[in-house]
């Protein structure tokens, strides 16, 4: 599908604000994130694999930012889209690789290879060639006051750090998603790319709510073992990722923020905490 926009409209205003490509954009996390860094002034690249979905969320935030399809597993797909983001706005300052979908929620036993391979494909294959796209434009801008070019923020989870019974794929994708945070950062450094990660808990997402209704997930287990006592909202989970995404985090490279309510922290047994 060719992107429908005139380059022509883009002012000079317009031009002197940096511009943040997010993908799996057309909700969940990833619209709150787009919201939040258009608060911030930044012009947005909404990238989903719904074209209707994602195009009407970039209307929504006004005619500075644009909506595409993109299929973040496939790299001509990756390609096309990065190449008409760059066209339509002319540089990229920031990429929040958001893209992601459940995996199966049963024993190992009776998991198949094509849906495990599935769940790989979209966080960690979707990971690099979105970085990896992303990186050859970056490079070539000019480095700001201290030294940096952009920043890209991943999306991990508490299921990076910790197992949970059942979800393989997804444990091992996320964990994946840190590795390469951390290869990236250490790479793409003295390049004035920082490169680092968020690793959410249970947060009141679309996708969330399907594994409750799955029966994969206990709401009411979940809140009782979060130190704080309840699942995250999307816009907490987005205000860490315009942290990392802007200046203000300027000398951060190569972390994991976990933005979990006190999840990975905790170690005593379930029964410590206080009832709500």
């Known amino acids: ?3 429908t926009f005139d380059q022509d409209k883009r002012t ?19 619209w709150s994130t787009a919201q939040r860094l258009a608060a911030d002034g930044w012009r947005i690249v909404l990238l989903d694999l719904r074209a209707d979905a ?29 190449g008409a983001a760059v066209a339509r706005m002319g540089r990229i300052d920031a990429l929040v690789n958001n893209a992601g979908i459940g995996d199966q929620a049963r024993p190992t036993l009776e998991q198949t290879l094509d849906a495990f391979e599935r769940v790989l494909a979209v966080h960690v294959r979707g990971c690099f060639l979105m970085s990896q796209a992303v ?15 952009g920043a890209i923020v991943n999306l991990g989870s508490i299921a990076s750090l910790g197992g949970i019974p059942g979800r393989n794929a997804y444990c091992a994708a996320k964990a994946g998603v840190l590795g390469m945070t951390r290869a990236l950062a250490s790479e793409w450094a003295r390049e004035g790319i920082r490169v680092n990660a968020v690793a959410p808990g249970y947060v009141r997402t679309d996708l969330v709510a399907g594994l409750a ?24 989970i987005a205000e860490a990722i315009a942290f990392l ?9 190569g972390i994991v923020l976990p933005v979990d309510g006190g999840w990975t922290a905790f170690g005593a047994p379930d029964n410590a905490l206080p009832a709500l």
Do not use: F, K, W
């Not at 990186?135 to 070019?149: C, F, K, S, Y």
């Not at 209704?213 to 907490?236: K, L, S, V």
């Not at 995404?245 to 490279?253: C, H």
């Open 213 to 236: 209704r799955q029966g994969a997930i206990d709401g009411q287990a979940i809140a009782h073992r979060t130190p704080m006592g309840r699942m995250a909202e999307p816009t907490e």
């Open 12 to 30: 000079q205003a317009d031009e002197t604000r940096p511009v943040a490509i997010v993908t799996g954009a057309a909700d969940g996390i990833g």
């Open 1 to 3: 599908m060719e992107p």
């Open 245 to 253: 995404a802007s200046p203000a985090a300027s000398y951060i490279t």
């Open 54 to 82: 994602v195009a009407g969320r970039a209307a929504e935030l006004g005619a500075a930012h644009l909506g595409l399809a993109c299929d973040v597993t496939q790299e001509s797909s990756v390609d096309g889209a990065i």
């Open 135 to 149: 990186l050859r434009t970056m490079r070539e801008q000019a480095r700001d006051p201290r030294g940096n070019r």
